[in-house]
């Protein structure tokens, strides 16, 4: 007794799309949310016989989701096939024989073949056959193939098997198997003489039900066994999973069986768009109404969905020239994998909204620059909603707005009136001009040219005639004239220590400099930086790195020039979180990268281009020279080669410091 009341709570759980009336049922075949939010529930309506009821309205259905009805639905009729798996467990039934001498056997593999000729569809059903012996044909959608396989199926003996609920399993193994196309609806049919009394239907019956496959028997057997104990049992395997029992006695008693699967080859799709946004089990159900017949309702399904936030990533550059606007790239990511649209995307600049759309899309929006009239740092910001309610806020990033000296311009041109008399106003002034212009030719054409004048004869100027030495009386005693006689008196001329001359003198530069591109943000040094000495190293942090770039992109110590060789540098990477590359290509992490004049390199955000004063000595030719004989030191064997010195690159990578 608990055992079935077990069961009846299982399959009340476990039928998810199963539904029936007096009226006819209602069975949701399949739901496909692999384009969430964009579903599809295909939807099987039969009347009370079992025949499908087709050609209803979209007005008919209604669909819940979770309890909330669904706004909109599109509704059409899709043919998708039937998935069928054929069971022959040919007992000792199978082999008895009518008065033509063929047996049941011959009989069914007949009856089958008539579905695979003449009811099948080629290329849209999926149909399996399975024995005691073993698998006659598996998932095939060729009617012609089917039927070979069953001609050529002679059992070995017919014994059946020994155990049936392995050989159904193995029979639900292949109808659970992954349809061709999605709302494909599963059966399995078992031809069987009965089963014994003792068979565990229970847990069958819910492991079909939870695949959502239907299981039709047909009975194989003499004319009135069908009321046999084992026949009941056979029965009640259908009924538990929503089909049908057949009995089998000539070809045609199972057309009614091929007459249903042939109408749930057509399935009404019903499509709309979802508004969930948690993740979990969620429930569907219909509601059909059909004409002069009442209202269906179908049980619910339940499905799994998996819904998270989106992420945005905001990319943009660490300074802009001031422009009327400026296009914020942004970008969106869906870590559930279901890309949707977008109900709002906001633009903060210093954590103030300036702009609000609706897109289908992230893209770009758009940062009015006008208005700033000086030069200033700014923080950009995004934050977005998608059409389920779901908010996300992108990385925030610091962006300098460079604005240009203001420049005076000269006032626009005075109207000349209106723009009908500009023409034959400009055609009089040339007009004047012209006739002006010959008037002065003709009357200055016979002057002469005028006498020069005589240059004035300019006086000597008079000597200068000292003043007698004796002087007497005060200044005013002096005779009329006599202060001009005066001498001046010359002051000593004063002597400042004279600007040596040439040029002034430079700082001190090196045979290589990097010319900063991008220099990222937080205030990065713009100007050329040289490379002097035997190594230059690059970071974020001033105690690790004699060039320090104050971006978050950039490790504390990040890279390491040096100098290989005469006029030859390498760049190490220091073990950076980003890496450094040299013309987008990453440098190794073992023996660096040397470096060529324009040379573009990044380390994260921070871009600069390596460039050459002094170009490195061409390499000399080598040439085959000859063996000079070796010097004898007094026992006849060579002296010993000295060891050759380090290279510079080995020596400067003994300072790389660990990684980060």
Known sequence: MKRLLALGLVLALALPAYAQTEGGSAVIAAVDSSAFPEMSVYLSVNDASGSRIAGLPTPAFALT???????????????????????????????????????????????????????????????????????????????????????????????????????????????????????????????????????????????????????????????????????????????????TPFVFHQIDDLEPLYQNLVAERTQYKLAYRSALNVTGQHLLSAQIKIPNAGILLSSTWAFPLRVEAPTVFLNSPASLERAPTFAVPFSVNYPDGHTRNLREAILL???????????????????????????????????????????????????TVNVAPAVLLAPPPTTLGPPGLVLPLAVLLVSTGLIGGVAWWWLNRNRRAPTPAASPVLED??????????????????????????????????????????????????????????????????????????????????SEAAITFPDTSVSRRHARITEASDCVYKIFDAGSTSGTWVNFEQVPAEGGQELKDGDVINLGRVQMRFKQRVVPPPKPAESAKPEAPLPENGSGSPPPKAEAPKPAEAVASLGESKPE
Do not use: C
Not at 101 to 117: N, S, Y
């Open 65 to 243: 989701e979770d309890g909330s009805p669904i706004a909109s639905l599109a509704v059409a009729e899709e043919e998708v096939g039937v998935q069928v798996v054929f069971v022959l467990d040919t007992g000792p039934a199978f082999k008895s024989r009518d008065a033509n001498g063929a047996t049941r056997l011959d009989r069914l593999k007949q009856a089958l073949a008539v579905f695979a000729r003449s009811r099948m569809a080629d290329g849209v059903d999926d149909v399996t056959v399975l024995s005691p012996e073993g698998t006659l044909i598996a998932h095939s959608s060729a009617g012609n193939d089917i039927v070979q396989a069953l001609e050529t199926y002679t059992p070995t003996e017919f014994a059946g098997v020994a155990d049936h609920f392995p050989f159904v399993n193995q029979a639900l193994d292949f109808a659970a198997d992954a349809a061709p196309r999605t709302g494909m609806r599963r059966y399995l049919v078992f031809l069987s003489n009965g089963l014994e009394r003792n068979f565990a239907l229970d847990d069958l019956a819910t492991r079909a039900t939870a695949a959502h496959i239907t299981i039709h028997t047909v009975f194989v057997g003499p004319e009135g066994a069908e009321a046999t104990a084992e026949a009941k049992t056979l029965g009640q395997l259908a009924t538990l999973t929503g089909g």
């Open 349 to 399: 600049i210093d954590g103030q909204a300036t702009r609000s759309v609706i897109q289908t899309a992230g893209d770009t929006l758009v940062w009015p620059l006008a208005n700033y009239a000086e030069t200033s740092a700014h923080t950009v910001q995004v934050r977005i909603t998608d059409e389920l309610g779901l908010m996300a806020e992108s990385n925030v990033l610091t962006v």
């Open 461 to 542: 100027t008079q000597p200068f005639r000292p003043l007698p030495k004796e002087r007497t009386g005060p200044l005013g005693s002096l005779p009329k004239g006599a202060l001009n006689a005066i001498p001046r008196v010359s002051m000593p001329q004063l002597h400042f220590p004279k600007r040596p001359a040439g040029p002034k003198p430079n700082p001190a530069k090196g045979k290589a400099y990097l010319e900063v591109l991008e220099a990222g943000g937080g205030g990065a040094p713009r100007a050329d930086i040289e490379i002097l000495g035997a190594a230059l190293t690059l970071g974020r942090d001033p």
